[in-house]
């Protein structure tokens, strides 16, 4: 175990951070401002990764695909708001819960109508071909992009929430609509907005893995749930949670894989580790998620009464 | 006049009668939506390939094609399978895509004594223990497409092997058959992944920095897309050997092009395999459906092709079991693979070779024939098949 491998699985860590953070962004701000619960937030991550990958086979220009991905994912997410969600913001969890189910399997239906049912192709841009060398590793450039890319929106994000007057109307949205509404501030607008801001993060996540992985059908759901831990960690709400959540996800769940089967050999034989270790490696962030409920059942930056931070 | 016309529409009757008697039912089934569903329309597309080349007859009988979706799921399979078996009441199933939807329906068909000709999944009970005389493969037993890449790495004399599977019963199936034929050196390491992991990084990771002669691995379908696009990007590529099982095959191969190049995959059967009856198959396939087609494809047509051969020596009269059994078991058919014939236990008795990924004559990525590791080979489950006479 030498010190370049655990810096490149650190970096990967990071990385797989970066990514979740791009999509629990979203999720947990329509979760904490509008209390909705989308689970259809992986079709969007999907749709971001499709329309990437059509815009960049069309254009040949990554950027192109992008902006594709990100207009486009937040534009269906602007649509989605308006026509089928809005009805349900007042309903409880669980219709949500069930429309944004419907909402999954009606867009990988209409992805495998549209592009069929295999995956598609998307390369790495020309670019970000190569590796890089640092520190006495080789590392993908590609992935080095995704990291800044993520930690770019993370400043983003911050400063629109915290030093502009629609990120003030956001957060005192989240915690008293009515009186933001009083003010003549037209709160649905708001909400679309934050939603629409949200499709577009995912769509961006979406385009961003796309050339790491395969762009098919359903490519949004085992991300999702990733999405779900990191958000019930972070604190519901909490962007800044989300942020840290997501980056000791991404690390933990990477960490695990790399080392758990290793450690566990010192411990048991070879046949109890080898079945042992991945199982374990693949439960942890579950562990770490039940151990974080167990002692903060708010999460570990939990947001005061629906607050924005 | 009245009696005439009487019996002229009794003989019209009858006529239609034989006629739609004559027509003989086939069930396919496999796996048509889903991200398996690429697999399961290259088996649907070359069996029709062959129907429509015939002008929708099979061995000069008029065929209807009963086409059934198992959506990779054993409980709906069940209940498709018993549509063809009681309402349809189809004399041949053929297709199947996944051995877990093979291990639901298997015994089911077999026991109701109807044929059943699998055209992909081959998992190893129904080649043993399981047997019947009713279940014919124009695939491969699971195992086989593993100890291919086995031998090629023990001719290789590859010292230190790793290798990477996703964590379910397939995985350590591929992985194992790999280990019964890699003589001469060691599997140092190996890592399973759980099966809904998209991302290998940290994998890759230690294998880059184990170092060893040679990577083994097996990621069917997605997963296969995912891993090859990582190791591309992470420069891996350049130093390091990778043979694989199921992982790059003509479905996964349009969503990598360029990125697959160099890698190694085993199995039975190219594209660009010399013999005419493929030459003939593969340029057909391309002219309908645009595109190379897979070996789920090569896998198919052979069926299609066993059943037309054994359709004609029975004039049609599959209903005579024993006389129809004993056409399939002869096949006597040119195979798109060559060399062919089945093993006591129904499966083929084949060659298996490596390709690796090329581009070829029209500037295409596909697979291109490296060499032939094993010669006649039999699968390993053969002896413990006791087939019952019919």
Redesign the interface.
Known sequence: MTTQLALSQILNGLQLGVLLFLLAAGLTLVFGIMSFVNLAHGSLFMLGAYFGAAAFAKTDSFLVGVFAAVVGAGAVGLLLDRFALTKLYERDHLDQVLATFGLILFFNELIRIIWGPGSIFMQVPDALSQTVNMFGISYPSYRIAIIGVGLLVALGLYLLIQKTRVGMLIRAGATHPAMVASLGVNIKWLNTLVFALGAALAGLAGVMAGPIISVQPGMGEPVLILTLVVIIIGGLGSIRGAFYAALIVGVVDTLGRAFMPTIMRGIFERNTADAAGPALASMLIYLLMAAVLALKPQGLFPTSAGAVR | MRPLKTLAIAVAVATAATVTQAQIKIGFVAEL??????LG?DQYDALMLLVEQNGGKLGGQAVQIIKEDSQLKPDVANQVVDKLLEKDKVQIITGVTFSNIMMAVHKKITDKGVFLIGSNAGPSPIAGAQCSPYFFSTSWQNDMQAEVVGKYASDKGYKSVMAMAP?YQAGKDFVAGFKRTYKGGTVVD?????L????F???L??V??KKPDALYVFYPG??G??FV??FQ???LNKSMTVMSASTVDG??L??????ALGMLSGTFWGPDFPNEANQKFVAAFEKKYNRIPSQYAAQSYDAAQLLDSAIRKVSGKVDNKKAFHAALKAADFKSVRGNFKFGANQFPVQDMFMFDVAKDSKGRVSLRTVSKPLVGHTDSYVGQCQMKTL
Not at chain 2, 33 to 38: I, L
Not at chain 2, 196 to 199: L, P, V
Not at chain 2, 254 to 259: G, T
């Open positions: 939506s889903g991200p398996q569903a690429p329309q964590n190996e890592i399973y992944t759980p809904n992991q998209q991302d990084s940290a994998e990771a230690q880059a920095s997605g997963l897309v995912n696009k990582q990007q992470a420069g479905t996964t349009p969503a990598l092009r360029d990125a």
